[in-house]
């Protein structure tokens, strides 16, 4: 096919949203297209995207702090395991619901094609239970 004298074809095989136009973020923390569920090695390297390099530089901040203020060394290791450990928690549990939420949506999708359903955008009917 040609627009204006060119050759669009190689435009329209690539998805609307390629990893090219995806964040720096968005690649790093889900760089699934959300259309599949996920599998069990996805799913964990989501979570651990998720559950090591926040929470590590969260609690390097904390160790880089409590460095200038002179903290005494057993507080300094104190606070940064307490730092990386409650945020290894929390964006542990994030990252999983991320996958859960992901998974779940991927699986009603499928479930709706299989029935043959159009997606019209409406959602007003019962699809949502």
Same mark, same amino acid.
């Given at each position: 096919?040609?627009?204006?004298?060119?050759?669009?074809?190689?435009?329209?095989?690539?998805?609307?949203?390629?990893?090219?136009?995806?964040?720096?973020?968005?690649? %790093? *923390? +889900?760089?699934?297209?959300?259309?599949?569920? /996920?599998? =069990?090695?996805? &799913? @964990?390297?989501?979570?651990?995207?998720?559950?090591?390099?926040?929470?590590?530089?969260?609690?390097?901040?904390?160790?880089?702090?409590?460095?200038?203020?002179?903290?005494?060394?057993?507080?300094?290791? %104190? *606070? +940064?395991?307490?730092?990386?450990?409650?945020? /290894?928690? =929390?964006?542990? &549990? @994030?990252?999983?619901?991320?996958?859960?939420?992901?998974?779940?949506?991927?699986?009603?999708?499928?479930?709706?094609?299989?029935?043959?359903?159009?997606?019209?955008?409406?959602?007003?009917?019962?699809?949502?239970?």
């Amino acid at each position: 096919m040609t627009e204006q004298g060119r050759n669009v074809s190689k435009f329209m095989e690539q998805p609307p949203h390629s990893q090219r136009s995806q964040s720096l973020f968005r690649r %790093l *923390l +889900f760089p699934y297209s959300g259309e599949e569920p /996920l599998t =069990l090695r996805q &799913s @964990l390297r989501v979570i651990l995207a998720w559950a090591i390099p926040i929470p590590l530089s969260m609690s390097l901040c904390t160790v880089a702090l409590s460095a200038l203020l002179t903290a005494i060394t057993y507080k300094t290791v %104190l *606070l +940064f395991v307490l730092a990386f450990l409650s945020g /290894l928690l =929390l964006f542990g &549990s @994030l990252g999983w619901l991320i996958v859960s939420m992901n998974n779940r949506s991927a699986y009603l999708r499928q479930e709706r094609k299989a029935r043959g359903v159009r997606s019209t955008g409406n959602t007003s009917n019962h699809q949502w239970r």
